[in-house]
C-alpha cells in the first residue's frame, strides 16, 4: 500500500511538474513526457513516444553529451548536466538546460533516465540582446574616440599654423602687436592648444587597455601633492587636515591618482568663499573592498539641483572664476573609471562641498 501510495505522488509530481520531465530507454527512445514538455515543443504524448531524443536535437548538438550518458549508464557519473538545443515540433529552435539521471533496479541494473528540461530560451534571447548592446556600444566609443583622435589631430595642426602666422607677424610686422585684437587673437589661439590638449587626454585615458594598477600608499600620495601646491597653499592660507591612517593602500596609476588628488584639492581652494581663507579636510575610510577618499571644503558649494547632472560634464562651469575651464572635473571622473573607481558629491551652495573617490583597496595576501 505504502509503496503504491509513493508511487502515485511521483506520478502527480511528474504529470503537475511546471518543469519539463521526461523518462527515456537506455536507447533514448521517449517513454513517457509531462505536459509542461509536450506545451513547450508541440508534440503530444503520443507523438513524442514514437520518438527518440536525437530525433529533436539540434543537428549541431547531436553528439553533446554522449560520453556522458555512456558513464552514467556505467555508474562512472551519477548525473549529468548541460546547455543543449533541440527542436520543436514547428521547426523553431529551442534553447534548454538539461539535468538527467540513470534509474537502477535493487541490483544496481540501469533502467532509464529520467530527464528535466528547462527551456531558457528567452534567457538565451535576452542575454544575446544584452551582448549586442554592448559590441554597439564599444564600437560606438571606438568610433567617437576615433574622431576625437582625428580633430585634435587636425586642430593641432591649424594650432600650429595659427602659432607660427602670430610669431611672423610679430617678427615682419611689428606693429601689429600695438593693435587691441592682437591679444584678443593671441589668446584665441591659446585656447585652442588647450582644447586639442584636453581632447588628447580625455581620447588617451579612454583608448588604454589593459591597465596595469599598483598599490600606492593613499597619505604619501596626499602629502606629496599639498607638498606640490605648497605656494599656491601658503598663498590662499588654506587650512588642510588631512586624517588618513599611513597603511591605507588602493590601486591605481600614479599620474592618475596625482592628477585626481590634485584636481579636487586646488579646485577646493580656488572655490572658496571670498575674504575667507579655505578650510579643506582630507579623510579616507575603508568600505567593503574600497577606499572612500573624502575630499571636503567648506566654500562657495554647487546648486546640484541645478548642475547635478552635468557636474562632471565637459567644458561645463558653475562659477565665474578667471582659471575655470570645464575641463577639469570631467578628465578627472574619467580617470577615476579608469581605475576601477567611482565619484559621488554632496554640496551646498554656501555651505561647501563634499567628493567621494571610490578607489579600489589594496590588501595584501
Same mark, same amino acid.
Given at each position: ?10 506520478? +502527480? ?14 536507447? @533514448?527512445?521517449? !517513454? /513517457? ?31 553533446? @553529451? ?27 529552435? !529551442? ?12 541490483? @544496481?541494473? %540501469? ?16 542575454? &544575446? +540582446? ?11 566609443? &571606438? ?26 607677424? &610679430? ?11 592682437? %591679444? ?5 589661439? /591659446? ?17 588604454? *587597455? ?6 600606492? @600608499?593613499?597619505?604619501?600620495? =596626499? ?9 599656491? !597653499? ?26 585626481? =588628488? ?7 581652494? *580656488?572655490? +572658496? ?36 547632472? *552635468? ?31 567611482? =565619484?559621488? =558629491? ?20
Amino acid at each position: 500500500m505504502e509503496l503504491a501510495k509513493r508511487e502515485q505522488i511521483l506520478t +502527480k509530481t511528474f504529470d503537475l511538474s511546471a518543469v519539463g520531465m521526461v523518462t527515456l530507454t537506455l536507447k @533514448g527512445q521517449f !517513454i /513517457d513526457a509531462n505536459k509542461s514538455f509536450c506545451e513547450t515543443f508541440g508534440y503530444t504524448k503520443e507523438e513524442i513516444q514514437q520518438l527518440t531524443f536525437l530525433d529533436i536535437t539540434h543537428p549541431a548538438d547531436k553528439t553533446k @553529451g554522449k560520453q556522458a550518458i555512456m558513464d552514467m549508464i556505467d555508474g562512472k557519473v551519477n548525473y549529468y548536466q548541460s546547455e543543449k538545443r533541440y527542436i520543436a515540433k514547428n521547426g523553431k529552435t !529551442i534553447w534548454t538546460y538539461i539535468s538527467s539521471t540513470v534509474i537502477r533496479d535493487n541490483n @544496481g541494473i %540501469p533502467l532509464h533516465f529520467v530527464t528535466q528540461i528547462n527551456d531558457i530560451s528567452q534567457i538565451k534571447r535576452s542575454t &544575446k +540582446k544584452i551582448v549586442d548592446l554592448l559590441d554597439t556600444t564599444e564600437n560606438q566609443n &571606438k568610433r567617437l574616440l576615433n574622431f576625437a583622435h582625428i580633430v585634435s589631430h587636425n586642430l593641432r595642426s591649424h594650432f600650429s599654423n595659427l602659432n607660427m602666422l602670430l610669431d611672423l607677424a &610679430k617678427i615682419e610686422i611689428p606693429e601689429t602687436t600695438d593693435n587691441e585684437i592682437f %591679444p584678443l587673437l593671441k589668446q584665441a589661439v /591659446d585656447h585652442l592648444g588647450e582644447t586639442v590638449d584636453n581632447l588628447n587626454e580625455v581620447a588617451s585615458i579612454n583608448t588604454k *587597455k589593459n591597465i596595469q594598477l599598483e598599490p600606492l @600608499g593613499l597619505l604619501d600620495t =596626499v602629502n606629496t601633492i599639498t607638498k606640490s601646491i605648497a605656494a599656491q !597653499i601658503i598663498a590662499s592660507k588654506a587650512d588642510i587636515s588631512i586624517n588618513i591612517a599611513s597603511h591605507i593602500k588602493v590601486m591605481a596609476i600614479p599620474a592618475y591618482l596625482d592628477s585626481i =588628488v590634485l584636481n579636487f584639492l586646488t579646485n577646493a581652494i *580656488k572655490y +572658496k568663499k571670498q575674504n575667507e581663507v579655505p578650510k579643506i579636510d582630507i579623510t579616507a575610510k575603508i568600505e567593503n573592498n574600497f577606499i572612500i577618499l573624502q575630499i571636503r571644503d567648506y566654500g562657495l558649494g554647487i546648486d546640484l539641483q541645478k548642475h547635478g547632472e *552635468k557636474l562632471f560634464g565637459m567644458y561645463k562651469t558653475f562659477h565665474k572664476h578667471e582659471d575655470s575651464r570645464g575641463i577639469g572635473l570631467f578628465i578627472t571622473k574619467n580617470q577615476i573609471e579608469a581605475i576601477g573607481g567611482t =565619484v559621488d =558629491v554632496d554640496s551646498k551652495v554656501n555651505e561647501g562641498t563634499t567628493f567621494n573617490i571610490h578607489l579600489k583597496h589594496y590588501e595584501k595576501n
